[in-house]
């Protein structure tokens, strides 16, 4: 023992002894406290480890990976042959490649299986148009296959051109041309030019508005058939004898493919997934139009039309054929005791088709999921839609499962799509939804979806609900130019280019970002589970004025068209893939939502401005206004701001704190369903975003009340279409108000005082 401390033993006070040995074991404990608690023990780690963003290190090692070459040879195997949904090709080859694929190199992969009524043309029997003599002779017979332009598209596989879900029927009326098809162009004519339409059948052009809603209208008119064409005024830019496969307008022989059906899901099924336990409408009380319909290249449409008796129609209404366009109805002479005759021999049939899932699991939160969709299936090869898609999410997932080799792992789980047939009415997304509806519903933070990677070279095409719209600008000012000539302009990014060719309306600064109708798969995500989305690609010159990508559902939609004339080096591919990825290694990895409420509530003051401009005199002569509606929106600005500056402070250490946000920011969205769906309409629940009434394709802000204003004046029950009015004006401003409750802090709704 030390001589010092024995002296100090001896010559002290023996009674203090008890007190200093109490304080002695008091400041060591206290000194194995502070050395404790100086250094986190190893199991409290991952609270530091969670309160950091990801690394931006694997952003950069993300675009590195991400390889043109790889997406090339992906579109190669995806396009090569036509893979129509419910075919061997698409669900036995594509659809086991792909979960083999994922099973292989993510963390795991799985397929569903659903049963569900698609439909066909007949091979053996094709469909066709003719002109029939009053002594029953045909004659002018349209194409009943498109001609072969180039050596990749000669497959025996190929199905010939028809309209999903057309009833079969031999049917003949005299000759009517309706332009675009939509409800003022059925309006025109009987209105305007008193005619009547029953018997009658249809011709009218691809564009404007969704092929359904063209045959929709005409069955209502009273049509009794439809033939659907591309006027090259809609697929053609320049001469008509630069066409595929010397360029990439749409040649006369080209036929648009496409389904009929206006709403979405499983046409047996309505509401409910198509699985074993299912039960199956009859075919006679699903709502699948009543009368045969068939498209026809603009070749065999000049054929028809350029015989047609009648006034000359509108300036508007007139295409690119070298002809005298005539309403009709009926032929001129010689032709004028013939009819137009249409045989259509599609059928339905119960198919199955399935889904493929792939997922990554979060290291902190693998009960929250942000989903990337894709649909896989196609109406021949799809070289465009869907498969450039395709082909730019399997290298996304390739490039994905490098980084996880190398160390990363994503907060939140990760969860890749790929849908089935799609192209009927977005059946397999919304079967999924429907079966797993209760699980996705609370946990994902958005779908982030691209149909197919361009239908163009010119620039980024956005769509997405307002609360994603600056994480999209962020996003794409990290993505390298594909265009040499941009970058040499000083336009380095995808954002730069965005930004010059496509400036928001509302504020020059930034890119336009459209909004959300229907026609993909984000549809069900967003209508009916209320989940934030967002749709992209790279599109072509906005100046050119045409209705799609040219070759939009005809055969000529293949690699040769792909690689050859719209991306060389694959380019734009790797951008949209570089974009994606980094959308969702944001929502992924960063520890706060970049969720922006504030976007959200300056979008709904907008809407409210502009329906005031619209309507507002006209609903002040029946004694309403939108008093309510903007209140609400006052209240939701209130809230947004709240939510923005309590996002901004977060305890990132605390992961209660974390997750309160975090939810009350992803459920925002669905604070905006209305069970009672829009209009009434269960299919569309979005209270501020939903399909327009009569384009399935088109957005329709505050969409109930838009529906309710439609043509009002000539209703002959005024009342009840006012009284409508008022009622879905209440409905706004409920949804609004409600919505600003759920991002207000927790305590409020009990009085509580907030605690920033």
């Known amino acids: 023992m030390n001589s010092c401390f024995i002296l100090v033993l001896i010559t002290m006070n023996w009674k203090k002894i008890p007190g200093l040995i109490t304080l002695a074991v008091a400041s060591l404990g206290i000194?194995?406290?502070?050395?404790?608690?100086?250094?986190?023990?190893?199991?409290?780690s991952w609270l530091k480890k969670m309160s950091k963003d990801g690394d931006p290190v694997y952003s950069q090692q993300l675009h590195q990976e991400i390889q043109a070459e790889e997406i090339r040879k992906n579109l190669q195997f995806f396009s090569k042959r036509p893979h129509i949904a419910g075919s061997l090709q698409e669900e036995e080859v594509l659809a086991k490649y792909i979960h083999s694929t994922w099973k292989s190199s993510l963390d795991g992969s799985k397929i569903y299986n659903f049963t569900v009524l698609l439909s066909y043309p007949n091979a053996s029997d094709p469909n066709y148009v003719a002109i029939l003599s009053d002594d029953g002779t045909e004659s002018d017979i349209s194409d009943k296959?498109?001609?072969?332009?180039?050596?990749?598209?000669?497959?025996?596989?190929?199905?010939?051109?028809?309209?999903?879900?057309?009833?079969?029927?031999?049917?003949?009326?005299?000759?009517?041309?309706?332009?675009?098809?939509?409800?003022?162009?059925?309006?025109?004519l009987t209105r305007n030019l008193s005619m009547n339409l029953t018997g009658t059948v249809a011709i009218a052009r691809y564009g404007k508005i969704f092929r359904g809603d063209k045959v929709n209208n005409g069955e209502r008119f009273g049509c009794i058939g439809m033939i659907l064409y591309s006027d090259p005024a809609d697929y053609v830019v320049g001469s008509l004898d630069r066409v595929y496969p010397v360029d990439w307008w749409l040649p006369g022989t080209g036929a648009q493919r496409g389904t009929l059906f206006t709403n979405y899901g499983d046409p047996q099924t309505p509401f409910y997934p198509s699985t074993n336990s299912a039960f199956f409408l009859e075919q006679k009380d699903m709502k699948l139009s009543k009368i045969p319909v068939t498209p026809i290249g603009y070749d065999n449409a000049v054929t028809y039309l350029s015989k047609?008796?009648?006034l000359e129609v509108p300036s508007a209404w007139k295409g690119r054929m070298n002809m005298t366009y005539r309403v009709g109805p009926g032929f001129a002479s010689p032709y004028e005791k013939s009819k137009i005759k249409l045989y259509v021999k599609t059928y339905n049939v119960q198919k199955t088709i399935r889904n493929v899932f792939g997922f990554i699991e979060g290291q902190y939160e693998p009960d929250r999921y942000v989903i990337l969709g894709n649909h896989r299936d196609a109406w021949v090869f799809g070289a465009i839609d869907p498969s450039s898609g395709t082909a730019t999410m399997m290298e996304l997932?390739?490039?994905?499962?490098?980084?996880?080799?190398?160390?990363?792992?994503?907060?939140?789980?990760?969860?890749?799509?790929?849908?089935?047939?799609?192209?009927?009415?977005?059946?397999?997304?919304?079967?999924?939804?429907?079966?797993?509806?209760?699980?996705l519903g609370p946990r994902t933070v958005a779908y982030l979806n691209v149909d197919l990677s361009l239908s163009g070279n010119s620039t980024l095409s956005a769509f997405a609900t307002p609360i994603l719209h600056k994480l999209l600008h962020a996003a794409a000012k990290k993505v390298e130019n594909p265009n040499p000539c941009e970058i040499r302009a000083g336009r380095k990014t995808v954002y730069d280019t965005w930004l010059k060719n496509q400036p928001s309306p509302y504020d020059p600064n930034v890119p336009r970002v459209g909004a959300l109708g229907s026609g993909s798969d984000y549809t069900p995500f967003l209508q009916t589970l209320?989940?934030?989305?967002?749709?992209?690609?790279?599109?072509?010159?906005?100046?050119?004025?045409?209705?799609?990508?040219?070759?939009?559902?005809?055969?000529?939609?293949?690699?040769?068209?792909?690689?050859?004339?719209?991306?060389?080096?694959?380019?734009?591919?790797?951008?949209?893939?570089?974009?994606?990825?980094?959308?969702?290694?944001?929502?992924?990895?960063?520890?706060?939502?970049?969720f922006d409420c504030v976007q959200y509530a300056e979008t709904l003051q907008r809407i409210v401005n502009e329906v005031q401009r619209s309507y507002g005199s006209k609903l002040l002569e029946h004694n309403i206004t939108l008093n309510s509606v903007e209140?609400?929106?006052?209240?939701?600005?209130?809230?947004?701001?709240?939510?923005?500056?309590?996002?901004?402070?977060?305890?990132?250490?605390?992961?209660?704190?974390?997750?309160?946000?975090?939810?009350?920011?992803?459920?925002?969205?669905?604070?905006?369903?209305d069970p009672l769906g829009v209009a009434g309409n269960l299919y569309y629940r979005h209270v501020i975003y939903a399909p327009n009434q009569h384009n399935l394709y088109a957005a329709s802000s505050f969409p109930g009340?838009?529906?309710?204003?439609?043509?009002?004046?000539?209703?002959?029950?005024?009342?009840?279409?006012?009284?409508?009015?008022?009622?879905?004006?209440?409905?706004?401003?409920?949804?609004?108000?409600?919505?600003?409750?759920?991002?207000?802090d927790p305590s409020s709704i009990g009085g509580g005082s907030t605690k920033h």
């Open 31 to 44: 000194g194995i406290l502070i050395g404790h608690f100086s250094i986190i023990p190893p199991q409290l």
């Open 308 to 310: 047609m008796s009648g």
């Open 631 to 673: 209140e609400a929106v006052g209240e939701f600005l209130q809230a947004a701001k709240a939510m923005q500056s309590r996002a901004e402070i977060v305890d990132r250490e605390n992961p209660l704190e974390v997750r309160m946000i975090n939810d009350q920011l992803m459920q925002l969205e669905r604070a905006f369903i």
């Open 145 to 188: 296959v498109e001609k072969i332009l180039s050596p990749d598209q000669n497959d025996s596989s190929v199905v010939n051109p028809f309209n999903a879900y057309s009833p079969p029927g031999i049917i003949a009326g005299d000759p009517v041309y309706v332009n675009y098809g939509t409800v003022e162009d059925f309006q025109y």
């Open 397 to 439: 997932s390739r490039a994905l499962s490098k980084l996880l080799q190398r160390g990363w792992r994503p907060r939140r789980s990760i969860l890749f799509c790929s849908w089935g047939a799609e192209e009927y009415g977005l059946i397999g997304s919304t079967e999924s939804v429907e079966e797993l509806g209760k699980a």
């Open 530 to 594: 209320g989940v934030t989305a967002t749709n992209m690609r790279y599109t072509y010159d906005q100046n050119y004025s045409i209705s799609s990508y040219p070759m939009y559902h005809s055969v000529y939609e293949t690699v040769d068209l792909v690689s050859r004339l719209m991306d060389k080096g694959f380019k734009y591919h790797q951008a949209v893939s570089r974009l994606w990825g980094e959308l969702a290694l944001r929502l992924a990895d960063d520890v706060i939502l970049h």
């Open 705 to 744: 009340l838009a529906s309710a204003m439609f043509d009002i004046e000539s209703d002959p029950n005024q009342e009840r279409r006012w009284k409508q009015v008022k009622k879905e004006i209440s409905i706004i401003a409920y949804t609004i108000a409600s919505a600003a409750r759920s991002i207000e």
